[in-house]
């Protein structure tokens, strides 16, 4: 059994202060039903939480940590940039460096603009592809999450989708009704809203669909996208929070060779720390103040510390070989997973992309919301607390991905396979 006393003293001071104990809704452990664990500290794949527990952490911070916890060379930089002030409100050199950086590493960013998180990235992204079109309308994915401005809460994947509470209340209905939802993978729904609107400003879209769990796109799809919303007039925006240098040294459109309109990033760009930005073509991108009168600002975007977090991180994937590592890595576990359904003779789905995987308690193929929803969560739930007493820290929600970073070693994974197939021996 798992020693949890300290944690929940203070889950239980942490309830009486703070909505649900926790700053952002999933670390609640709500879907797995148990309290959840306060970290202490952490350091390369492991995670130790205030009753000296240790695990081999799977959410990596929910995707920035790609170099895993602490590591040596960010945390180096993040020193050295604090001992020369913690924020200025004034232009600084590590934003043109990361700027830099971001436009060299993704051709189709022209100009790019920080923030402080991928919602504001995204929110943002938004509000100029509806000044730059003069059109209202918005059209996303069911199960896509693109943080929690207001447009985006109808039919939202992330802690949304793990509730079971997909719209938000507190959205006004004219604004919801400014959101149209297709399905992801399916362009004939994307030209049905087309079809019977010409409001519509932007597509926005995860290339790689991460907060379902992990849906991969198929063969054409984005380049539909790109196609029709070139046909009609709209922005296409990649939101690449999740994706963004997670498997390669640019985005996933370097990947795939389609180049949206708009791009948002966050996450792996601020190296642990609160980063988001926001980048495009030229011609949109001036339409923001003080170039343009489309307004977007912030108290602590650009912020210095944040800028050498991420400056120090870019440097280091661009290490030779450093994606081809971590995708062996993450290789083979997924190839020891798939071992062990098959001698368990298990059919569940297990999606797989680079250094991200998730493990879908369903027989169908995952490849959009409604085949997500067919997942049995609560058998995800008992895997998930049979792990965590087996020292392995996956995502507490079946919609979460896995995430494998560099600082995971052999004997993590082979630690992580044969607690795996300790676990599955029992609740399957
Ligand atoms: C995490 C995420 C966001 C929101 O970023 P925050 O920094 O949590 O605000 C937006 N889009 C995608 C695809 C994400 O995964």
Redesign the pocket.
């Known amino acids: 059994m798992l020693n949890m006393e300290r944690s929940k003293e203070l889950f239980t001071m942490a309830r009486e202060i703070i909505p649900g104990g926790v700053n ?1 809704p999933v670390r609640a452990f709500k879907a797995v039903g148990m309290d959840p664990l306060f970290i202490k500290k952490a350091k390369g794949s492991r995670v130790c939480d205030v009753d000296d527990n240790s695990f081999i952490d799977y959410v990596c911070s ?2 920035p940590l790609i170099m895993g916890h602490a590591h040596p060379q960010v945390v180096a930089a993040i020193c050295r940039a604090a001992e020369l002030g913690t924020s200025y409100g004034a232009p600084c050199k590590g934003e043109v460096e990361l700027a830099q950086m971001i436009c060299e590493a993704i051709p189709s960013i022209e100009k790019v603009r920080m923030v402080s ?6 929110m943002s992204a938004i509000r100029l592809a509806r000044a730059y079109t003069g059109r209202n309308a918005i059209i996303k994915f069911a199960g ?5 401005a207001d447009s985006f809460l109808i039919k939202a994947g ?1 802690g949304l989708l793990t509730a079971g509470v997909p719209n938000s209340p507190g959205v006004p209905a004219a604004l919801a009704q400014q959101t149209r939802v297709a399905n992801y993978n399916d362009i004939d729904s994307v030209a049905r809203i087309f079809d019977q609107s010409s409001d519509v400003a932007a597509v926005i879209v ?1 290339p790689v669909a ?2 379902m769990g992990l849906v991969l796109p198929e063969p054409g799809f984005l380049k539909a996208l790109r196609e029709i919303t070139e046909q009609y007039g709209a922005l296409l925006i990649f ?5 963004g240098f997670r498997f390669c040294y640019g985005g996933y459109q370097n990947i795939t060779g389609i180049t949206p309109d708009l791009t ?1 990033l ?2 792996i760009i601020g190296g642990g720390l ?1 980063v ?1 930005a926001y980048g495009g073509k030229q011609e949109i991108m001036d339409l923001i103040a003080p170039e343009g009168n489309v307004y977007q600002a912030g108290t602590l975007s650009g912020n210095p510390l944040a800028m050498a977090a991420g400056i120090a991180s870019l440097k280091l994937l661009q290490t030779d070989n450093f994606y081809h590592e971590l995708e062996a890595t993450a290789a083979n576990l997924t190839n020891g997973l798939k071992k062990i359904l098959a001698d368990h003779h298990l059919k569940y789905s297990l999606n797989h992309i680079g250094s991200v995987f998730c493990l879908f308690f369903t027989s169908e193929q995952v490849a959009d919301y409604i085949s997500v929803l067919s997942c049995d969560t609560v058998k995800y739930a008992d895997f998930f607390r049979s792990l965590l007493k087996e020292g392995i820290y996956f995502p507490p929600s079946q919609f979460e991905l896995c995430f494998v970073s560099s600082a995971h070693q052999t004997e993590d994974i082979q630690n992580t396979l044969l607690a795996v197939d300790k676990v599955l021996d029992k609740i399957s």
């Open positions: 952002s929910w995707g998180s991928g919602t504001e990235a995204t896509c999450y693109h943080g929690h992330s995860e991460g907060n939101d690449e929070v999740i994706s948002t966050g996450k609160p988001g």
